[in-house]
């Protein structure tokens, strides 16, 4: 389809008759979840094809085999007795990377840098009021003239802050007692050895409660490294994976669709990166996050306390706040001089700057200045319905658009979320969230008395094996297929000179396919999911 902005559609009459269709097609519905702007139905167009059905279901073939090898290995002679137990679940799959190194303290640290979920961490540039931790404390990691406030001030101390995990009191399943616990965990940047380290973990959120340290009795420190790993994995994966990539970004696919008409230029460059996208979401919301689904079966909260994570996260969102470089300078791991190893900054922005130019490119060629962008009705009008409190209600989302640069900027913003963000929140969570390394539940409290964990306590903490392997189950599913390649506009640009620059978009990510693998080769422990071969377009898995 040849792009064509509205004034200069040789057929306007047809155009506003096909959005007057789209409008009555794409409506919101803000009762699935209350507050957020679901599709009310999804049409036709926006199925999964037959082609990819197949190919998905073809990349889960030996998943079932699976399964059954591992519930043959439980029932017959190898049931869940001991961590190294869990590896029997691994029948017809190779066994994550990170399994081989979990227990140890220096992975534990590392995965907050090369893990699934590395938007977790922040640099502390203050000491906050609260602070559970001590000098003591930090001194036993730094050294013996270390201080809390001036590691602080030299900008070596990192902290998870699990808050938005806070409001869960758990729930019960199959007879068994769960939650997620909302831990609070202090990083130090060791940079004679260049990797982080574990200060201490504070597993409950209560006044006074103990802080697990290192140093502590080794079944202790591994059970509040086991309380910190589910967080995490809870955070990831209905929080910074669903709530940052799928719920921020599905408005915008539904708001294209009403407002900007398929040959509308913007429409037209998104369109790839929205492919399949909303069927997707759809199939989360009826078969995720539904009554009696894998979020109510996998996590320790109740559904609804489940669903107040990405509630919480959701609300902390902001279109203009969340471009790769503002968010890594909000919290504070944009500069390589105080943290030197971070993949999601030194993978992700060369990514970032390539698909900005190509956007701004891109543009160049249809809005011959300012003026045109801030004169285009549709894109004015998707503008305001992305804002609006009965539209979009896109945090952040300015109104009117009156640049090109602004422009660019969002969708660049758009494309990095849906393309290489999603693709490094979704892929890896398939060498990390696995077990024994990351639970969705603890079937237990970890004990605040030092030395009250032994063997069948920490067993005890840790899902049972029919929850192990469904968590096992529904992670190869959401991590087996790759639709496409990121920046694969081949079927949708019909326009030569957008072509060409599509291509020029192509061959800088085949020269950052070859540094980001040079850096990862560099690196303590792999974290490939950044390189533009492993991201796909659009959020369709």
């Not at 140093?215 to 967080?231: E, G, I, R, T």
């Not at 494309?415 to 990390?432: E, K, R, T, Y």
């Amino acid at each position: 389809m040849l792009p064509y902005l509205p004034d200069a559609d040789p057929d306007r009459a047809a155009r506003a008759r096909a959005l007057e269709h789209c409008r009555r097609e794409y409506r919101f519905n803000y009762d699935y979840i209350p507050g957020y702007p679901f599709l009310e139905r999804v049409p036709k167009q926006e199925w999964f094809s037959l082609a990819y059905w197949a190919a998905r279901l073809g990349s889960l073939a030996a998943l079932p085999l699976n399964q059954l090898a591992a519930g043959v290995r439980q029932v017959l002679w190898r049931p869940l007795r001991t961590l190294k137990d869990f590896a029997n679940l691994f029948v017809f799959y190779r066994l994550p990377a990170p399994l081989s190194t979990w227990l140890e303290d220096e992975a534990f640290a590392e995965q907050r840098l090369t893990g699934c979920n590395p938007q977790a961490i922040r640099r502390l540039t203050t000491l906050e009021p609260d602070l559970p931790f001590t000098d003591a404390q930090v001194a036993a990691v730094a050294g013996t003239a270390a201080t809390l406030a001036a590691e602080a001030a030299a900008g070596r101390l990192y902290l998870a802050d699990f808050t938005a995990l806070a409001h869960v009191q758990g729930s019960q399943w199959r007879g068994r007692r769960r939650t997620i616990p909302s831990p609070r965990a202090l990083f130090w940047w060791d940079a004679a050895a260049a990797r982080l380290k574990t200060v201490g973990i504070v597993v409950r959120r209560t006044p006074g409660a103990r802080v697990f340290l290192p140093s502590d009795p080794p079944l202790d420190w591994l059970a509040a490294k086991l309380a910190y790993q589910c967080a995490d994995a809870c955070h990831q994966e209905i929080g910074t994976h669903f709530a940052w990539t799928h719920m921020v970004m599905a408005p915008v696919a539904v708001v294209t669709r009403r407002q900007l008409a398929p040959q509308h230029p913007v429409h037209l460059l998104l369109a790839a990166h929205f492919r399949f996208y909303l069927f997707d979401n759809e199939l989360g919301r009826v078969a995720f996050i539904n009554p009696g689904g894998p979020v109510e079966r996998m996590l320790g909260g109740t559904l609804q306390e489940s669903l107040g994570i990405p509630l919480n996260l959701y609300k902390a969102w902001n279109i203009r706040a969340f471009t790769l470089p503002a968010e890594l300078a909000a919290r504070g791991c944009d500069d390589p001089a105080r943290l030197p190893r971070y993949p999601l900054r030194d993978d992700g922005l060369p990514i970032w700057q390539a698909i900005a130019a190509f956007v701004a490119d891109y543009l160049a060629l249809y809005y011959a200045d300012d003026a045109a962008v801030a004169a285009d009705p549709e894109l004015a009008a998707w503008a305001r319905e992305l804002a609006a409190d009965d539209g979009g209600r896109i945090a952040g989302m300015p109104t009117p658009i009156a640049s090109r640069a602004l422009l660019a900027e969002l969708l660049t913003t758009v494309i990095w979320i849906c393309g290489p963000l999603h693709s490094l929140l979704n892929f890896a969570q398939w060498d990390h969230i696995n077990l024994p390394n990351m639970s969705y539940a603890l079937y237990g409290e970890v004990p605040e008395a030092v030395g009250a964990m032994d063997d069948k306590t920490l067993m005890a903490l840790l899902p049972p094996f029919r929850e192990a392997a469904y968590q096992l189950w529904w992670c190869k599913i959401l991590t087996s297929y790759r639709h496409d390649r990121l920046g694969d506009y081949a079927a949708g640009f019909a326009d030569p000179r957008a072509a060409a620059v599509g291509r020029d978009f192509q061959q800088r990510l085949a020269a950052i396919e070859r540094d980001t693998a040079q850096r990862d080769a560099a690196r303590p422990v792999s974290c490939p999911y950044l390189k533009p071969s492993f991201c796909i377009n659009s959020i369709n898995t």
